[in-house]
């Protein structure tokens, strides 16, 4: 049968639901959520089950030496195929179609094409990469950054994680270290779906989200050394007290954020103080910072402003500051040619579409240093995820995933740089 000729193709929404839930079981959590961390006891059994689905549909599975693992459906010819995929670890904390849902969609698109007898002309390959979250491993993204040539598998495999475990240690204690070399193979295109992880879709009444872009990134580890001391006898202003440093960070980056205003977003997601303990001013505060923008000139100025107002305040109290950093990643600019697929194909379905950034960091961003690439969001239940009551509803996750199948079939038919040549 023709691809061409199967405009109204459709996925099995039921089956594709099952696999969602199938896959939510592993490392279940209060709520309806599921903790994955990269690595541990519950991704390998996530990975078991499904680089079992991927072999029982047949694909060729390959898992190369950052844990990453691809299963290719051949095409009428060899060569590059058009991927998609996504991530199935989670946070500690995490819900279950962040990731999960991206990738098994992408088998749903192999499966409805089996179904059918549908040959595409380029082969089609659905990838899972490791540690997308950053939750065990610092930073986000490590799998498809090693993908793509980023960070060196050498590099990676020495990480150390929150846990004090090492990444390459824990890689061979899963059996996930494969033989595939890093950097893997380009594809000749990329499309990844997934969950908008915000509000803008469900508040706008918007079925489909054609991603242009993903804002950039910096995070950043900040240790503030003081002196420990006496709560009750040692005077106010003979203290040294990195607890008080790291509560007027807190307050600055969320006064930076509403200051420069448009994309720009702030965040301290961890904050560890030192002995930490009711009577004792703090000897250390272990905090990071999170900044996002989608203009990397407004990016830098942010980090620039935080510098500076952590110095003074350094100065002031009489604390040090070490500073690390743990993720950065400029703002990435999505292929007009996929955004537009996506878009047209989700207005031949019949869905409304938005086109917008996203907030969030995605394997797609790192795929699109090699290939064209883009992404499709559907809505988040009041914009929540990273947390249990993640929700999207069932009929926009079958929606994303119909966008998905068609964007697919419509970008097998074009012809892209990537078309013919020995990557």
Do not use: K
Not at 367 to 383: E, I, K, Q, W, Y
């Amino acid at each position: 049968m023709n691809a061409e000729q199967n405009t109204a193709l459709r996925i099995d929404g039921h089956r594709l639901l099952r696999r969602i839930e199938d896959l939510a079981a592993i490392g279940p959590i209060e709520g309806g959520g599921s903790c994955r961390l990269a690595l541990t006891d519950e991704d390998r059994a996530g990975r078991d089950l499904v680089v079992t689905w991927m072999h029982d549909l047949g694909l060729d599975v390959t898992i190369d030496g950052i844990g990453n693992v691809v299963g290719v459906r051949s095409g009428r010819t060899d060569g590059p195929p058009t991927m998609t995929g996504s991530h199935i670890d989670t946070v500690r904390t995490g819900g279950r179609y962040d990731g999960n849902l991206g990738v098994l969609a992408g088998l749903e698109v192999v499966e409805t094409l089996e179904r059918e007898g549908i040959q595409t002309e380029h082969p089609v390959a659905v990838g899972f990469f490791t540690d997308e979250e950053g939750a065990r491993f610092p930073p986000d993204m490590l799998g498809s950054l090693v993908y793509v040539g980023g960070m060196a598998v050498e590099e990676a495999l020495d990480v150390v994680g929150i846990d004090g475990t090492v990444l390459g240690a824990e890689l061979d204690r899963i059996g996930y270290r494969g033989t595939s070399p890093c950097p893997g193979p380009s594809p000749r295109a990329f499309v990844e779906l997934h969950v908008e992880q915000g509000p803008v879709l469900e508040a706008e009444g918007v079925t489909i989200g054609a991603v242009t872009g993903v804002q950039g990134i910096s995070w950043t580890e900040l240790t503030i050394t003081g002196q420990s001391n006496h709560a009750g006898t040692t005077p106010m202003d003979l203290r040294h007290d990195p607890g008080y440093v790291a509560a007027a960070v807190v307050a600055h980056v969320r006064e930076l954020a509403l200051r420069m205003g448009s994309r720009q977003v702030g965040t301290v997601g961890r904050l560890e103080l030192h002995p930490n303990l009711v009577n004792v001013v703090a000897a250390s505060a272990t905090m990071t910072v999170d900044l996002r923008n989608t203009d990397e000139a407004l990016l830098q100025e942010a980090e620039a402003d935080l510098a500076r107002f952590v110095a003074d305040a350094a100065t002031v109290e009489g604390v040090t500051v070490a500073e690390r950093t743990l993720a950065r990643f400029e703002p990435v600019t999505f292929d007009d040619r996929v955004v537009d697929t996506v878009a047209a194909v989700a207005s031949d379905l019949g869905h409304t579409v938005r086109r917008m950034p996203s907030g969030a960091g995605h394997d797609a961003q790192m795929l699109a240093r090699v290939c064209p690439t883009g992404m499709v969001f559907v809505p988040s239940h009041d914009g929540i995820s990273h947390n249990p009551a993640e929700h999207t509803e069932p009929d926009d996750l079958v929606a994303g995933a119909d966008v998905l199948l068609q964007t697919i079939l419509t970008l097998d038919r074009m012809v892209l740089e990537s078309d013919g040549l020995d990557r």
